[in-house]
């Protein structure tokens, strides 16, 4: 062990963190190299339509978002982490939105977004009930940043403290964090099913981890 260094609070508890972190990190690089492959090959659609570069930038800043939320919870910043998995949530939704609305893409008020957004082409159909459930997250995870408690903001106020791993606040970010993946992952491919039917076997039994159930079972023909 590192001198003067507590051991990890999470392995006092047994709980393996290293697997876990290493699952999802894996899973998020996969899916972002795929997702960035078809947007230059202009394969991904959404409402039948291949986004413009404005839009495409903000699919991949949702990826983006997703990798410094993840880099900041390795260093047990857990605000900074759920505040950058926000920010994931609302680019994602930007981006999708304003496919065909130039509205989404413009406007500052993240309410006025998500009202957008029920009415866009991606989310209806199999993914009809995502965006509810995304604007859900968007709020739990805003009080992060709006609110001013020991709890939300990893409760310390020193340098020091945020090289320390605390197990409960851990579990709380990886459950913020698959919530978000799954929803995610799920608008994509409930926007286009060849983000799952033209991908190798590794990326498949990736997606079949992450994605909703009911994505997964529309994508291959067994729901409308």
Known sequence: ??????????????????????????????????????LKDERFRVGGLVPGPSESEYFLEFFADIVGSFSSMVHGMYKPANILLRSAVENLVRGLAGVLSSEALQTKS?????????????????????????????????????????????????????????????REYLRFLERVNSLGLGLLVGCDRNLYLGCTGRVRDTLDDVLPTEVRLWVLGLRT
């Open 1 to 38: 062990r590192e001198s003067g260094r507590e051991p990890d609070e999470s392995s006092k508890s047994g709980c393996s963190t290293d697997t876990a972190i290493a699952a999802i990190g894996s899973k998020s690089r996969i899916l972002n190299s795929l997702l960035d492959q078809m």
């Open 110 to 170: 993240v309410y006025r977004l998500f009202e957008i957004a029920q009415n866009e082409p991606a989310f209806t159909g199999v993914s009809a009930t995502k965006i509810a459930e995304l604007h859900v997250a968007y709020g739990e995870l805003c009080l992060f940043a709006h609110s001013a408690t020991s709890h939300h903001r990893s409760g310390s106020t020193h340098v020091a403290a945020y090289m320390r791993h605390d197990t409960a606040r851990m």
